[in-house]
Structures are given as C-alpha cells and as structure tokens.
C-alpha cells in the first residue's frame, strides 16, 4: 500500500506541475496534489470494498438475524447484535433510517433499533480499511469497538430513559406483517449481476461524499492555515473534542469521505481523538438525518438521540487523546 500511495503521489506530482505547469510553492496546487493523489487512492480501495462485502452480505441471512433481534428483545444481547449488524451494513446516517423503520415495524424494541442506528453509519467496512491504511490496526480496531459500544451504550440509556412513547404516531400504530423470504440457494455467479448492480448503487451514493470530502480535505491541506486549529482545537484547548463533535454536525459527510479530512486535521497538528471526535459528529450526527428523523420520532426523542451520542463520542474523543 506504502509504494501504492508514492506511485500516485508521483502521478498527482506529473499532473499538477508538469501538465498543468502549477508552481509547487502554491496553495492551489498544493491542494490539487492532494486532491488527486487522494481521490485514485480511495476511489480504487472502495471499489474494492464494495464488491467484496458486497457478496459477503448476499449471504446473510436477514431473516433469521431480525428473529433472533426479537427474541432477545429484553437483554442487552439484542443490542449488540443490532450494532454488529450496523457494524457490517454499508450506511451512512439518513439511509441507516429506513432500516430503522423495518426495525419498528418487526416491533423490535426502540433501545436495540437504536444501536443499529448509531453505528451503522459510525463503523463502515470501507471506512475500516481505509482508517488502517492511515492509522494502523491497533487505531483501527479501537474505533470500531467505541463505535460499536457507542451503540450498545446509547440504545440502552435512550431505552431506560423511556423514549419508545416518544415515537412517531403513524410508527405506533403500525402492525408488523413479517413475511419469510424464500431460501436463496442460487450460486456466486447467479448472484454476481445483482451484487453489481447494488455495489454501483452504492458506488454512485458514495462518490459525491468522498469528492466533498477530499475537497475539505484538500482545501484544509493547502488554504487553512495551521495556527487556526493550534487556536480553536489543540491539544491546549480543554474544550476541544466537544467543539470538534459540534463543528462536524453541519457537514454531512459518509464515513469514507470525511476520513480525509481527519488525515488533513491530524497533519495540521490536530490530536488524533479530537479529529476522530470531528468524524464522529461529521458522518454519525448530521443535519439532514435530524431532519429525517423528525418523519419518525418526536422532537423530544430526536434531542435525547443527538444528546445521549454527542456526549457519547465526545467521551471517546478524550478517551482516544489518552491512549494515542
């Protein structure tokens, strides 16, 4: 991957100032290099990805996964399970929630739908591979497992905290007609059209995020000036992490895009768990799924939601700043 990453760093070098003839001292194409070198490399990495867990998740069997989430619908065990299959499911944050909807309508109880909403979009296979790359796997697998106990941890307390009565009406009143699908026992390739067809559904959903993703990235790179992050989220400043957490919330951005400008943060001197802190907020607490949660929850579940897991990332924030 090492000389993957030199052999388009050399390329983005060609394009930006042998083609284009840019001078190597400016901010612009200092920010074009990035963007390009980038923008191959993820490209190609999700590409793979999306194939791979593509056929993985063709054989899983959703049906007995959603009966075993209901029978266990008074234990913990339940929450787990629903934040290890938000875990495997390639979501971001808005297109977790019709899935989350099925949930209600399964009658699976609020609390263990919730894990899966909260870490669905927080551990994403591509995202996995690609925070390896940068941060090696000891980084690696500390976030999925914050991102999975994130989920397990909020399900619960929102559950305790009584927030099932604070549905939305029409959800209420739904009546689950849960019907079996037929054993799928066709082979890879009988299944490989319809696996394509999904992985360049996903592909064209994911595209537009990581170019806007990149592109904040490549702008931080090259524009932003470094004093403005040892100002507003260093090491120094105590109030850091939940000041990262509250600047991510605007930017909707999937995991996958968002993951350069975590690299771009931590260049610019930016602690590793505060620019985590950032991603978290970015990809698992964006404006547009609070607006799409409004369709399926009450205003007073919605702020107990963004509550419970900001304060919740905002924890392994720190926690991250201790350990790296």
């Known amino acids: 991957m090492e000389k993957l990453t030199e052999l388009l760093s050399s390329f983005s070098d060609y394009i930006v100032f042998e083609l284009l003839g840019l001078d190597q001292s400016g901010l612009f194409a200092t920010a074009l290099q990035y963007f390009i070198a980038t923008f191959i490399l993820i490209a190609f990495l999700v590409v793979i990805v999306t194939y791979v867990m593509g056929i993985i998740t063709s054989y899983l069997p959703m049906d007995k996964i959603r009966d075993y989430l209901e029978r266990n619908k008074k234990s ?169 957490v509250i600047m991510g919330i605007p930017l909707y951005i999937d995991a996958v895009g968002v993951l350069p400008v975590v690299e771009t943060l931590v260049d610019k001197g930016v602690p590793l768990g505060t620019a985590i802190a950032f991603m978290m907020g970015s990809i698992g607490l964006s404006l547009p799924e609070a607006l799409l949660l409004k369709k399926v929850m009450q205003k007073k579940l919605i702020i107990a939601f963004f509550s419970v897991i900001g304060i919740g990332m905002i924890i392994s924030g720190y926690v991250f700043n201790l350990i790296f």
């Open 76 to 244: 913990g065990l339940g929450n787990i399970l629903a934040s290890l299959l938000g875990a495997i499911t390639p979501f971001c944050s808005c297109s977790s929630i019709p899935l989350f909807v099925g949930m209600m309508q399964a009658r699976i109880p609020l609390g263990i739908a919730l894990s899966f909403l909260i870490t669905s979009p927080l551990v994403n296979e591509i995202a996995i591979v690609l925070f390896w790359v940068s941060y090696g796997w000891k980084v690696t697998v500390i976030y999925i497992l914050s991102g999975i106990v994130l989920g397990v941890i909020g399900g619960i307390i929102l559950d305790k905290m009584g927030m099932s009565a604070h549905i939305a009406e029409w959800l209420k009143q739904l009546h689950s007609k849960t019907e079996k699908t037929i054993e799928d026992k066709r082979s890879l390739k009988q299944k490989f059209p319809e696996i394509h067809k999904e992985a360049l559904s996903t592909l064209k959903k994911l595209v537009p995020y990581i170019f806007i993703g990149i592109g904040i990235g490549s702008f931080i790179h090259g524009y932003v000036p470094q004093s403005f992050f040892e100002e507003y989220i260093s090491e120094s400043n105590l109030f850091a992490v939940p000041i990262a």
